[in-house]
């Protein structure tokens, strides 16, 4: 059973912009904190931003700034604006829950290529 569905990646040149989309389960969007992450290859996955189910936002200190993560109620999506996008920024973007626990099931992730 799929719970949590990223879209919006792309190709994009540096300083431009892409929004990101999670489509989450309600039964996952009203109880956990959501979190983007991110996997650029060679590396480990990294947590960038995180939600509240108050609303209340993290970043990683490389995004702050640049990235917002937002969440929307009714449509039980979690959003990532992603604006003044650098070459490093390129990875692959996944949804989870915070925290992603040990064992825990990925989707299949957004591709996001910034040229520069």
């Known amino acids: 059973q799929v719970q949590l569905v990223e879209s919006g990646g792309g190709l994009v040149q540096a300083g431009g912009s892409l929004r990101l989309s999670c489509a989450a389960s309600?039964?996952?969007?009203?109880?956990?904190?959501i979190g983007w992450y991110r996997q650029a290859p060679g590396k480990q996955r990294e947590l960038v931003a995180t939600i509240t189910t108050r609303g209340i936002t993290t970043y990683v200190d490389s995004v702050k700034g640049r990235f917002a993560i937002s969440r929307d109620n009714a449509k039980t999506t979690v959003d990532l604006q992603m604006d003044s996008l650098r070459p490093e920024d390129t990875a692959v973007y996944y949804c989870?829950?915070?925290?992603?626990?040990?064992?825990?099931?990925w989707g299949q992730g957004t591709q996001v290529t910034v040229s520069s």
């Open positions: 989870n829950k915070w925290p992603a626990v040990a064992g825990v099931s």
């Open positions: 309600r039964s996952i969007f009203s109880i956990y904190t």
